[in-house]
């Protein structure tokens, strides 16, 4: 089943490529990543690492449904959520980045790491994305948490 999912996450993410072929050519006998068109099938919003895995920690809930797919780039300290395109969305917020149209988007294979780039939630080829209210909303409660801590991971001087 997960071979499956794979094969259809594959499938689905490559066709984002102008050569899809040579994508997964690349990502089976190159380095492991594809530089990929966003605006299209996807657009990605990036947020900084904390911020992400928090957020990404809170749709991991019974009562939503799966996360889409969930990008980290463990170097440059990210998290990248796919969602909808949507050339209108205007996205706000401190080290907040939405990649649309006319933007390329380093990924790795959906069934395996690449360098700094992996997948924290992979794309299982439904199609399936992130909800933008849903992401927002957790993306909210998620810094409020994160600047309800912030002051007591500053103070270390106990």
Request: proline residues 11%.
């Amino acid at each position: 089943m997960a071979n499956m999912m794979w094969t259809q996450g594959v499938e689905w993410l490559a066709a984002a490529a102008p050569d899809p072929r040579a994508c997964k050519r690349g990502w089976d006998q190159g380095d492991g990543i594809a530089l990929l068109e966003a605006g299209r099938f996807w657009d990605v919003l990036s947020v900084p690492d904390e911020l992400g895995l928090l957020t990404l920690d809170l749709l991991w809930r019974p009562s939503l449904p799966v996360p889409g797919p969930t990008l980290v780039d463990m170097e440059a300290h990210r998290v990248g959520f796919f969602l909808p395109p949507d050339p209108e969305s205007h996205w706000i917020g401190a080290g907040v980045r939405h990649t649309g149209r006319g933007a390329w988007v380093s990924v790795p294979p959906p069934y395996r790491p690449a360098g700094r780039l992996e997948w924290l939630v992979p794309p299982d080829g439904t199609g399936r994305l992130h909800a933008p209210v849903t992401l927002e909303i957790a993306l909210r409660q998620a810094n409020g948490t994160l600047a309800i801590l912030s002051p007591l991971h500053g103070d270390v001087s106990n």
